[in-house]
């Protein structure tokens, strides 16, 4: 099952060699790695999303991530309300007139937009969720795409999560 895991670390060298050798020595895939700084200096926000197969062996990893000397917070959201975006930049070949309007026509509905056109080429940026991402890859494919680069996910929990134990009241007078 995949599961999407945050950490916010200090922004030392070689912390993310550590946290990918931990993944590596459970041999654990990583499917998608995003880094970036986070709201305070000094602090940097990881997001890993990996294949795990058992929530045992999850829960070991969570542990030893927390052992980790400049791991300041681990959180296994997958299972929480999330916000979740990737960005793709896909170069797509252009062969006559008529392909270049069919992709405007294609990626308008995605909200993808076009940041670069050639004779040869044009290149489309989308960012959503990862099936949304994935979606319109299939959908260009066709035309041949030229250059493909992803970011992988980054993710968030919303401000207000569910309750699971939140007793729902019913009336039948409005």
């Given at each position: ?42 602090i ?62 294609l990626?308008?509905p ?51 999560q ?13």
């Amino acid at each position: 099952m995949k599961r999407i895991i945050t950490l916010t670390v200090n922004n030392q060298a070689g912390v993310l060699n550590r946290i990918t050798g931990l993944f590596m020595k459970r041999q654990y895939n990583i499917e998608s790695i995003t880094v970036g700084h986070a709201e305070t200096p000094g602090i940097s926000r990881m997001t890993f999303v990996v294949n795990v197969e058992d929530e045992h062996k999850l829960e070991q990893v969570i542990k030893q991530l927390h052992k980790q000397i400049d791991v300041l917070k681990v959180n296994d959201i997958t299972d929480q309300a999330i916000v979740a975006r990737e960005l793709a930049l896909i170069k797509v070949m252009i062969t006559t007139p008529q392909t270049r309007n069919e992709l405007f026509s294609l990626i308008e509905p995605f909200r993808a937009t076009v940041i670069d056109v050639s004779q040869s080429s044009m290149t489309v940026q989308v960012t959503g969720d990862p099936d949304k991402v994935e979606a319109l890859i299939n959908l260009l494919r066709p035309f041949g795409i030229k250059e493909l680069g992803r970011t992988g996910v980054t993710a968030f929990t919303r401000g207000t999560q569910k309750q699971e134990n939140e007793i729902k009241s019913f009336s039948i007078i409005n």
